[in-house]
């Protein structure tokens, strides 16, 4: 084994490329410097201050990093920083507005669904992402499928051994837009699944999402 | 002793800080950037033995915006370390993983650049991984985690179980299991003349301060750890690690202040973890299941560089009455990372050996698991013959079948259907020591009618700052709005660590004294505070040495109904219901959460987790939270937590035991007692797993 490298590489070491960019967080707008290689979520917490979004794992496993572009959730350690430049970011600390809470944190508050709240600012920006999904119709794996037969996966079971039956006629139309996904329990545990808690506050956090849902 | 009355305490306080966290605004240690920092990232050995020969760091200080390169050939010495925390001052590897080099640079990209492509050259040697309770260099460790003893023997265990009516013998084993907080270990350490500071998030600022200190030969007085919040720890944030070694030593090395984050993938080799065991548990009793003998021999593992003895068979010395009793735990030294404390270290694992075997018995004997239970309830602890200060098992395992609709349930095996589910259940009991350490605190009354209480005490999660306040509360008479409790800061009185569910205890204790004295200070002067303010100390060094001798226990009764897929093996847990016994509950809001978090990690431990030994190279392959599974919000559907009264004045002045471990105890095994009842297959290795049901 003598000799052995953890890696080899080549003499040239050409200088990090940097990009001007503006950015848009939390309807602000933030001129910066960024290298290429650098991540949404290095960004927000080494050059913006917002270190609400946590790095739980800097590859797109636990959702601790999880942001809002254009509305919709990513993972921000998977994001470019130069992929975003105009595109419109929420991270935790603009969730609420005007001083006030945004309902989920209320909820979370009040169902505790937290503990050491390292996931939480994650949690709730997926959460925030799943609402407005379930608004638009989105389904997930355990939504209720129809029109039966339109999909490859809609003669298949739930993933979910104990999951009732699927009601066809449960949702959506065959034509005209998307009803509102309904989100029950089994919905959020399903679509909040990406984000994991090693405190084990997924009862709270299951029902502090229901509550806003309602 | 006086248990203090309870306006606050008790109550379904918020948790004071929940506004911080869910506003994004609570700064964890990552989350500071002094002026003029530097990253650090460290280099890990690709061999589990032999020596570094070569580190060339010349190239690498070519790279852009490289500051230094440090490995044994270039570090500055420790005036004295162990061997674990003795970083880059060897050029022995001891195992995969082992920080063999740091690189510092401008930025993190950088750095990560650099450290990736840092050459090390290594003498590999033979290496040696694999646990087996047969090893040859098996050894009997001079003591266990906690100071237990490591053998024990009461009666003739062997005899006992010669002509024991009934025996059960069975080996059970459990995977090494990574604790996993959600908040990886990251230190920024800046030192200011001879002064180290370090943020880092710690489970006890103040044990990390003295380890600091003795470790880079300085007073304690020179060394400040800030930890406000901190993302999770179930143990792994207990003790000094080496990472907060290599930051100090880099920072110290370029004279800035330096940031190191340890990745997720990195944390599998360096913050430590459950040593797999395996356990050969023996059960004999009467046929009506009276248990005569027990005897549980432990077999685990632990690293070239430091002995870590888990006390897997110590619940066997007081769990049930059975005058015939052996437990034994052995070691063998491998070449793997160094295990460490994670949730309930010994119970954890243990439980999951006993209340297995002990539902065998319940079969064997054809008497209901919670019968068995209630007729080994012992009266006095069998281990030392003292009182126990109160034991609630039985409560649990009533109020816990009761509520779960544990009556009329049919024992046979495999023999319900729901669909394509074979649907079971089973229970388990649990138990958790109740320990209290010294510490201090101090109490603040200001002019204005507000105080505060400060002590180097943790809030890992758990909700301390929240029952602190409260209990300042009732002491002072206040309410717990006007009470400010400061905590994660060594340089505040020193307190125990965030560990063996004692901090409540400990902490509550110094609180409850600092604020006596305060409100003593304040009678005396004559209810008005000067403008300066008043303040009053405590420590408890003298009254926690000074309590009297009690088997102080938490106990837990947990009932598991799973439903098992008949075709692909898929387990799922249905349900989880527990009921404890576990002194005064402070608050219920987060007693609940804690209980529930436990659980949750129980039911992980049971279905998911294991971390899996490469032989060939002595890494643990499934190093990331994509192979190392923890349970999602989708695994854990209805988990609830109970429990009953208990006034035990023998405790601490609030009456409480500790929770923060005694919920993962015992979920294992209930899960893998009810996924029997499913099926009719025992699985005496966690964790269960669909390839070991389907045959
Ligand atoms: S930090 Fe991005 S998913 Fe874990
Ligand atoms: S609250 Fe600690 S990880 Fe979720």
């Known amino acids: 084994m003598k000799g052995d490298a953890n890696t080899t590489y080549d003499d040239a070491a050409p200088a990090p ?6 950015l848009s967080v939390n309807d602000q707008l933030y001129p910066v410097t960024v290298d290429t290689r650098e991540t949404l979520l290095d960004t927000l917490r080494g050059r913006l201050d917002l270190t609400g979004a946590k790095k739980g794992c800097d590859h797109g496993q636990c959702g601790a990093c999880t942001v809002l572009v254009d509305g919709r959730r990513v993972v921000s350690c998977l994001t470019l920083t130069v992929s975003v430049d105009d595109r419109t970011i929420t991270t935790v600390e603009g969730l609420g507005s005007g001083g006030a809470l945004h309902p989920l944190q209320k909820a979370f508050i009040d169902h505790d669904a937290l503990q050491c709240g390292f996931c939480t600012p994650g949690q709730l920006c997926s959460a925030a992402g799943v609402l407005a999904e379930a608004a638009a119709g989105w389904p997930s794996l355990v939504t209720p499928r129809s029109p039966p037969g339109a999909g490859p996966e809609a003669a298949g079971c739930s993933h979910d051994p104990a ?9 959506a139309l065959p034509d005209g837009p998307p009803e509102p996904v309904r989100l029950g329990e089994e919905e959020i545990r399903e679509r909040m699944s990406g984000n994991l808690c090693r405190c084990g506050a997924y009862p709270g956090i299951v029902a502090a999402i229901a509550e806003v849902a309602r | 002793m006086t248990v203090t009355g309870s306006r606050h305490v008790g109550s379904a306080l918020d948790r004071v800080d929940a506004v911080e966290k869910v506003t994004g ?6 989350d500071n950037a002094p002026a003029g920092l530097v990253h650090a990232v460290p280099v890990q050995a690709t061999i589990a033995r032999g020596e570094i020969l070569e580190v060339d760091v010349d190239a690498i200080l070519k790279r852009p915006g490289v500051v230094a390169a440090i490995w044994h050939g270039n570090a500055p010495r420790l005036p004295s370390a162990d061997e674990e925390l003795a970083v880059l001052q060897s050029r022995r590897v001891a195992y995969r993983g082992q920080y063999v080099a740091v690189v510092v640079a401008e930025t993190l990209e950088d750095a990560r650049n650099a450290a990736r492509l840092l050459r090390v050259e290594y003498a590999a040697e033979e290496h040696d991984v694999e646990l087996r309770a047969d090893h040859p260099r098996m050894y009997r460790p001079e003591r266990v985690n906690a100071g237990y003893a490591t053998d024990t023997e009461d009666g003739d265990p062997d005899a006992a179980l010669a ?13 090494a299991e990574h604790n996993n907080p959600m908040e990886p270990h990251a230190t920024i350490a800046e030192w200011d003349g001879d002064g180290l500071t370090v943020h880092e998030p710690t489970q006890g600022a103040s044990s990390l301060r003295a380890s600091l200190g003795s470790l880079f030969g300085m007073p304690p007085a020179h060394v400040r750890v800030v930890s406000p919040y901190v993302g999770g720890g179930f143990g792994a944030k207990l003790k000094i690690l080496p990472h907060v070694v290599i930051a100090a030593l880099a920072a110290k090395q370029v004279g800035r202040p330096v940031k190191l984050a340890v990745t997720r993938r990195q944390m599998f080799a360096v913050t430590g973890y459950r040593t797999p065991t ?9 046929a009506g299941g009276r248990l005569v003998a027990i005897t549980h021999d432990v077999y685990e593992q632990t690293s070239i560089v430091a002995e870590f003895a888990e006390q897997a068979a110590v619940p066997s010395r007081m769990m049930y009455a059975a005058p015939h009793r052996r437990t034994t735990h052995r070691l063998v030294r491998l070449d793997v990372p160094t295990p460490s404390y994670m949730r309930g270290p010994g119970e954890t694992p243990g439980m999951f050996a006993l209340e297995s075997a002990m539902d065998e018995l319940a079969i064997a004997c054809g008497v209901d698991p919670v019968e068995l239970r209630v007729r080994n309830e012992p009266e006095t602890d069998p281990e030392s013959g003292l009182p126990f200060s109160s034991r609630n098992l039985v409560a649990c395992l009533r109020e816990g079948a009761r509520r779960f609709g544990w009556a009329g349930r049919d024992p046979e095996p495999g023999v319900r259907r729901g669909g394509r589910l074979l649907v079971g259940t089973g229970v388990a009991a649990s138990t958790y020591p109740a320990y209290r350490a010294p510490s201090s605190a101090s109490a603040r009354a200001e002019p204005d ?11 890992i999660g758990t909700g301390a700052r929240t029952i602190l306040a409260q209990i300042a509360a009732d002491t002072l008479r206040t309410s717990p709005g006007l009470v400010v409790v400061e905590l994660g800061d060594s340089a505040l009185p020193s307190a125990v660590v965030a560990g063996g569910s004692m901090g409540s205890a400990s902490w509550g204790t110094a609180v409850v004294r600092a604020c006596e004295a305060l409100r003593d200070r304040l009678e005396a002067a004559g209810g008005a505070v000067p403008p300066g303010g008043l303040e009053a100390t405590a420590d408890t060094t003298q009254e926690v040495r000074a309590q009297e001798p009690f088997a102080r226990h938490a106990f837990g009764a947990q009932f598991a109904e799973v439903g098992v897929d008949a075709d692909t093996g898929e387990t799922r847990v249905l349900r989880l219901l527990g009921v404890f016994a576990a002194g ?7 007693a609940r959460s804690q209980f529930i978090g436990g ?8 279905l998911l987790e294991e971390s899996i030994m490469d032989r060939e190279f002595g890494d643990y392959l499934n190093h990331d939270l994509a192979q190392y599974h923890i349970a999602g919000c989708a695994d854990v559907r209805d988990v609830q937590a109970f429990w009953v009264e208990e006034d035990d004045s023998h405790l601490n002045p609030m009456g409480s035991k500790g929770i923060g471990e005694i919920g993962i105890v015992g979920t294992a095994a209930a899960i893998a007692n009810a996924v029997h009842h499913a099926t009719g297959v025992r699985i005496r290795d966690l964790p269960i797993r669909m390839d070991k049901l389907v045959r």
């Open chain 2, 278 to 286: 395996i356990q050969r548990v023996r059960l004999g009793a009467e």
């Open chain 2, 25 to 30: 605004r609570a700064r964890y240690a990552y």
């Open chain 2, 163 to 175: 002509s024991a009516p009934v025996v059960v013998d069975a080996v059970y084993s459990t995977p």
């Open chain 2, 599 to 606: 659980m949750t990690m129980g039911l992980s431990m049971a």
């Open chain 1, 163 to 171: 999951a009732p039956p699927h009601d066809p006629a449960a949702r």
């Open chain 2, 449 to 459: 009618g507000r105080f505060t209480v400060r002590l180097a005490a943790a809030d």
């Open chain 2, 584 to 590: 005064r509950i402070l608050n219920p809001t987060t």
């Open chain 1, 17 to 22: 490329i940097t990009v001007d960019l503006q």
